[in-house]
């Protein structure tokens, strides 16, 4: 959300914050009873995608792996279901696939609304907020005073941290917050997302400050000093920068090691609205400096983008995954900040996107970060069909084949378009009334494709589905791979192996029951079709 380019949205969060101030008290237990409330039947409520029981919900925040668990935090407006005074609420998981909801984490306080940050864990009790010989967790949030602002000052955000001592159940914020304080005379600047740099023994923190990434060290996640920025002449900036994520990551097949910078953004997205881009090279300690190869790729105005699709937002990754998993898991928030607010749903608004295990390849036209969905996805497979390759000239309806709704489903499809072809070929959800939902590839733009505009509701936004959204291929493998998961109101691509994201949201007036899989101007190979129902995963 651009707080300070929106003044709309802006004037209803501060009257909502001075209402919400002035008339309600809080309890260290208010999470529970609104987290306990929903049903998960209601309409498009998603059914193996996390999302609150009840009210508002952006950003993933905290993501941290601790003693089994992978925590959830994520930005939360207890009283509404649009975005107003910000709360860490917070779940847990086992897999990433189930999800426990835990009471608010970390509340509001005098210093501002918590906004977007992270969570490590502090192995050799660095910061000395540990007891009894095990070690902290430590959170650093950005503190948003809406105070400050309106009074004009340019400072109002600064970042704090808060700790706990029993796994994640509750959090004590530190006494000399706000620990890192706004020297940079930019109003945006925020977002904090920590790091172990184990090669200059520090800790380090990225904050998006408008148009480029701060880095700040810290010897003790207390004290911090300003080491390097980076990004104001390189990728896209259609809008202002939020919630990056650094991360150091191992080349598939080889020991070499590389530095993912992720940046997300808001406007200026593929396909507008909010996006995510990233970036590849190395951090010395102070600075990011990109892979040459990579830089020329994205001058300024132009990124390289994480997911096409229209929501996929303020993904980061989980810290402290264990490094015999060694895996680098991401999750991003479900929507776009051109219509989250005024999606047709009341109890709850708002999901985050299916977890994401990164990868980096090193591929023909250089490094790339490629998105596959995390394999613990996979215990969510009930129902399976297959069907045998075949030469595909007109659609083939499935609905009766499956024997199950693909309102909840995933699919692998392989194409073999001719060479030269301007075939279109994909997957096509439908229902009673005709509404449509459409994914596939377009052979003669070398382009992946997803079109809701006839998908059912888009009348709350005319930016929601007023043109077919596209992503260029990558790939020069002849044959198309097409995986895709779709819940009650969205499809997620992998495409080529996860070279290609699209994550969509969708809002049919009945769920979609009904599928097809089509090719359109001319004939295509299809290699492969196997599906299967997911099951939901919520009690
Ligand atoms: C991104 C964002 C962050 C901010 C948070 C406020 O969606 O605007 O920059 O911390 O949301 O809720």
Redesign the pocket.
């Known amino acids: ?3 300070n380019k929106n003044s709309v949205v802006l004037t209803v969060a501060v009257m909502l914050g001075i209402l919400y101030a002035c008339v309600t008290p809080r309890s260290a237990n208010q999470g529970t009873s609104s987290q306990q409330s929903g049903s998960y039947r209601e309409q498009h409520r998603p059914q193996f995608h996390f999302s609150p029981a009840t009210q508002w919900m ?2 993933p ?1 905290g993501m941290v792996f601790y003693d089994g668990e992978y925590h959830l935090f994520y ?1 939360f407006y207890p009283d509404s279901n649009v ?1 107003g005074p ?1 709360h860490w609420a917070h779940a847990v998981s086992k897999d990433m696939v189930y999800w426990e909801h835990l009471p608010i984490a970390i509340y509001p306080d005098s210093l501002g ?1 918590i ?3 992270s969570a490590v864990v502090d192995w050799n009790n660095t910061s000395g907020f540990g007891i009894n010989g095990k070690p902290p967790l430590v959170a650093m ?2 503190y ?1 005073n809406v105070k400050a602002e309106k009074a004009g000052r340019s400072d109002y955000e600064n970042q704090g941290i808060a700790y706990s001592n029993d796994r994640g159940r509750t959090w004590i914020k530190y006494s000399g917050n706000p620990a890192l304080v706004n020297t940079s005379n930019h109003k ?1 600047f ?2 904090p997302k920590l790091v172990w740099d184990d090669d200059s023994k520090q800790w380090v923190v990225v904050l ?1 400050v408008g148009d480029h990434t701060e880095f700040w060290g810290s010897p003790n996640l207390k004290k911090w000093r300003y080491l390097g920025e980076f990004g104001k002449e390189l990728g896209a900036h259609g809008g ?1 920068w ?2 990056p994520d650094l991360f150091s990551i191992k080349v598939a097949g080889t020991g070499e090691k590389k530095w993912i910078l992720i940046v ?1 953004l ?1 406007p200026g997205g593929p396909n507008g609205g ?1 996006g995510t881009q990233y970036f590849v090279g190395n951090f010395d300690g102070k600075q990011f400096i990109p892979d040459p190869n990579f830089a020329q790729l994205v001058p300024k105005g132009k990124g390289m983008w994480l997911d096409w699709g229209k929501d996929n ?2 993904g980061v990754t989980w810290s402290d995954v264990p490094s015999k998993d060694g895996r680098r898991l991401l999750l991003g ?1 479900m929507s776009n ?1 051109e219509y989250a607010q005024i999606v047709p749903t009341t109890v709850w608004r708002n999901a985050t996107t299916l977890p994401r295990e990164m990868v980096l390849k090193q591929t023909q036209d250089g490094y790339r970060l490629y998105s596959q969905p995390a394999r613990e996805l996979e215990k969510l497979r009930a129902t399976p069909f297959q069907m045998p390759a075949t030469t595909l000239s007109e659609p083939i309806n499935l609905t009766d084949k499956t024997g199950f709704s693909p309102a909840q489903s995933e699919w692998m499809l392989e194409f073999i378009p001719p060479v030269g072809s301007n075939v279109r070929c994909g997957i096509e959800l439908s229902n009673e009334k005709n509404e449509t939902y459409r994914i596939g590839f377009d052979a003669a733009k070398n382009q992946f494709f997803s079109d809701r505009t006839n998908a059912g509701n888009h009348a709350f936004s005319d930016k929601f589905a007023n043109n077919v959204h596209i992503s260029p291929r990558f790939s020069k493998d002849n044959t198309v791979r097409l995986h895709v998961f779709f819940d009650a109101a969205s499809a997620e691509l992998f495409a080529d192996d996860g070279a290609t994201l699209m994550t969509e949201l969708y809002f049919p007036s009945t769920n979609f029951s009904r599928i097809k899989i089509f090719a359109e101007g001319g004939d295509v190979s299809l290699a492969k079709c196997q599906g299967y129902l997911l099951k939901r995963i919520w009690k």
Request: net charge negative; aromatic share 24%.
């Open positions: 959300m651009i707080i952006n950003d925040n930005q975005w910000m609304y906004f977007s940050g949030f950005t948003h945006d925020r977002d998006a202002v939020e919630c997300n808001n909010s937002y303020a928030w900040w």
